[in-house]
């Protein structure tokens, strides 16, 4: 597949740069594949295109305060985005380094709150192992003088309402530096409804990270890799799955996080671990068999996925008629329920 089958054209005019007030009142672009057909709904109204035995995946994942400013001995500023704990370095975590110039191994920063950090080396490539300096640990440090890392295509400030709006409101394992933004939509009153009619509710964890939003480079889709990510699937989420499909119940799973959660359980048959399960047209599902999603920047690799599941033709005429009706697009925008 080439890179521009995944390209459309998306107005800037149409990128959500605030959540709504209401997080069920977003909008609801219903797509029927068998029928190649769109219904336009709201979030609010989901539990009328679902029914009972359909059972919703959610990722419990809990976004960070990852992005942090700190400065060089030489007093230039550097902005670092804590990317994930390393299991294998008890204390140390990745991170993505923003600075004039790249930072050397044995490099001292020094936030503006108190505390230091130094720079131990390099994992790989953009990828900086950073240790404490001092008794406060990097979590700590996260927590007391970071920021939320808010996508590049929200061009404001953060507000300190993001810190509650850019979390899903059943949010609980921290460790994800971006939200699960397909998981935004939903509320307390959206769930008694759906358990109304009889769906039932079960979660995953995938701390989101720098591969889900990294940009595809590879001029043939094929050639991409994407950077593994930690998930984990509770054992009574594998018990709700396994009765679903013996049940005739569909699998909905709410963001592409959750899509690759689980297949790549499907494929491994692990609970836990990292993944980098790249999903993109020519792949075969194994248990997800409809999806709530946002809608996704040209040229990513959600948008692959998106197209994986649906079509490529279906999925770009889907944008299309969400631009015609002016929908909200990515992280903060509307939502689509691809069945």
Known sequence: MRLEELDY?????????????DRDQARLLVVDRKRRTFEHSRFYKLARHLGEGDLLILNDTRVVPARIF???E???QVELLMVRPMTERPGAWLAMIRAHRPLKPGARLTLDGGGALRIAGYARPGRAIVESEGDVSIDQLIHGAGTLALPHYIRRDVNPSDFDDYQTVYAEHEGAIAAPTAGLHFTEETFAELARVGVRRAFVT????????????????EGHSME????????ETAEALDYAKRTGGRVVAVGTSCVRTLE???????????????????????????MV???HMPRSTPLALVMALAG???VLDAYREAMRHRYRFLSYGDAMLIL
């Open 293 to 295: 999603t946002n809608f």
């Open 9 to 21: 054209e998306l107005p800037e005019e149409l990128i959500a740069q605030e959540p709504l007030a």
């Open 74 to 76: 030489s007093g230039g």
């Open 264 to 290: 790549s359980y499907a494929v491994t048959g692990d609970l836990d671990g990292f993944t980098g399960l790249f999903i993109f047209p020519g792949f075969r599902f194994k248990l997800v068999d409809a």
């Open 206 to 221: 995938l701390h989101i990270g720098p591969g889900t939003f990294a940009p595809l480079r590879a001029s043939e889709v």
């Open 70 to 72: 700190a400065r060089k």
């Open 312 to 314: 490529r033709e279906l």
């Open 228 to 235: 593994a990510e930690w998930y984990t699937i509770p054992r």
